[in-house]
C-alpha cells in the first residue's frame, strides 16, 4: 500500500529566506506524487505534481518540487518565502498501477516569519 | 464560481441523529472523492465515483457511512446515528479522468465542518 510520510510537524523560516518542506514516500512501481497547501478555514489547493519527465518540476506562487527516485523524496522548496505562504501543506502520492485515491501525508505547517 | 462547492459549510447535530451532505464538483469533472480530515491530520479516503458508479470505499466507511452520485453530478454523503467519534471536517474533491489514467490533480470544495455533540 502506498503511504506518505513528512516528518516536520513545524517548518519555520524567515521571510526572503529559502524554504523546504519534506516529503518521502513509499509505493511499489513510479509515484504520481502531489503537493497542496491548505489555508485556515480553507479547502485543499494544488500546488505541483510529479507524473513523469524532468524531475524539477514548477507550480503555482512560486513553489517547486524535485523527485528523487532513489531517496524516495519530493520535497517542496521556494527561493524566497513570503508571509503569505504560511499555511499547512500537504503531500500526496497516487500509485498509478490501479484506480487508487490519493494517499496524504500529516501535513506540515509552514510558518514564515517577517 | 466553478470549483466545488459543499453545502452547509457547517454542521453542529446531536448523537444519534442522522445528517447529510451534499457536494457539486466541477462540472465537467467525472470523478467525485470523498475524503475526512481530523485536527492535526491529513485527509484520509473515504470513497470514490467514476460518473455514478461507486469505486472504491475505504474501511474507514462504517455501515452508517453511505455516499451516492445519482446522475453522475452531484454527490452526498450521509451518516447514520452519528457519533462524537465522526466530528471531522469532510472534504469533497473532483477530478477529470480518461480510463484508468489516474494522473490528474483533484480539485477540493472548502469541507462541511461536522460537530456532534
Known amino acids: 500500500a502506498q503511504s506518505v510520510a513528512q516528518p516536520e510537524d513545524q517548518v519555520n523560516v524567515a521571510e526572503g529566506n529559502p524554504l523546504t518542506v519534506k516529503c518521502t514516500y513509499s509505493v511499489s512501481g513510479n509515484p504520481y506524487l502531489f503537493w497542496y497547501v491548505q489555508y485556515p478555514n480553507r479547502g485543499l489547493q494544488f500546488l505541483l505534481k510529479y507524473i513523469t519527465g524532468d524531475n524539477l518540476v514548477k507550480g503555482s506562487y512560486g513553489f517547486e518540487a524535485e523527485f528523487n527516485k532513489s531517496q524516495t523524496s519530493f520535497h517542496l522548496k521556494k527561493p524566497s518565502a513570503l508571509v503569505s505562504d504560511s499555511a499547512l501543506y500537504f503531500c500526496?502520492?497516487?500509485?498509478?498501477?490501479?484506480?487508487?485515491?490519493?494517499?496524504f501525508g500529516k501535513g506540515t505547517r509552514l510558518s514564515v516569519i517577517a | 464560481d466553478t470549483g466545488v462547492s459543499q453545502d452547509p459549510r457547517h454542521k453542529i447535530t446531536k448523537r444519534g441523529q442522522n445528517v447529510t451532505f451534499r457536494c457539486d464538483p466541477i462540472?465537467?469533472?467525472?470523478?467525485l472523492y470523498w475524503y475526512r480530515q481530523t485536527l492535526g491530520q491529513g485527509p484520509e479516503f473515504l470513497t470514490y465515483?467514476?460518473?455514478?458508479?461507486?469505486?472504491?470505499k475505504s474501511r474507514l466507511l462504517s455501515d452508517r457511512f453511505s455516499a451516492e452520485r445519482p446522475k453522475g453530478s452531484f454527490s452526498t454523503l450521509e451518516i447514520q446515528r452519528t457519533e462524537q467519534g465522526d466530528s471531522a471536517m469532510y472534504l469533497c474533491?473532483?477530478?477529470?479522468?480518461?480510463?484508468?489514467?489516474?494522473?490528474?490533480?483533484?480539485?477540493f470544495g472548502q469541507g462541511t465542518r461536522l460537530t456532534v455533540v
Open positions: 462540472s465537467e469533472h467525472n470523478r
Open positions: 500526496a502520492v497516487r500509485d498509478p498501477s490501479g484506480n487508487t485515491p490519493l494517499v
Open positions: 474533491a473532483s477530478s477529470l479522468g480518461q480510463g484508468r489514467r489516474m494522473n490528474t490533480e483533484a480539485f
Open positions: 465515483f467514476q460518473n455514478e458508479a461507486q469505486l472504491e
